[in-house]
């Protein structure tokens, strides 16, 4: 029984660490592509400046890294637009949310903008006797919410529910907190629910 246990364990916990990994691999080889594209170009126009390096990090590095961040910055100011905004929404649901781990990661970027923008909310659970931490996904037209309950010690794979809203209270905490609080086996949970937002159980959106 306990091997078994132990089996299921290092499967799940497996299975959870490539979920993270394929969003986050396939970030890093984008970038990486981008960084060659860019020093590619860069490095010429390094040749006409009088100095190599700034701080010791050559200046085709630098020019490279600065235009990046410039056209990640463009995009970002072209992605505002309604019309980028539709293209994306149909290239986020044909392709993007097929990739294992782009809607967790899509919601926690969310918490970190602005109201206006959809994302998850940390909160605690009533349920029963227990109470359990999670996030709140989406809030139902009912007042219900659809929340996501992170398993230890892998906060990306765990379990939805649809809770009323007297079973729901808000945490005034960053998203990344609920995620640590997972991975940390519960740890912390008295800082956690020293953060409830006084004086309602519901917020609206």
Known sequence: MKKSKGVQFIK??????LLFLVPVGFLGFILFKAFDFM???????????????IGGVALANLIA?????LVSFIAGLIARSSLAKN???KLESRVLMKLPGYTLIKGIKGGFESEETPGFKP???TLGTAERIGLEIQKLTDGRSMVFIPSAPNA???ITQILPP???TYLDVPITQIMDFAERYGHGVEELLATKVSGTTAQTE
Do not use: F, N, R
């Open 12 to 17: 799940t916990t497996v299975i959870g660490g």
């Open 39 to 53: 020093l590619k170009i860069a490095e010429p126009m390094a040749d006409w400046l009088p100095i190599d390096t």
């Open 65 to 69: 890294i600065a235009a990046i961040i």
């Open 87 to 89: 293209a994306v929404d």
């Open 123 to 125: 909160v605690a659970l």
């Open 156 to 158: 990306l794979s765990g």
């Open 166 to 168: 007297e079973q729901v």
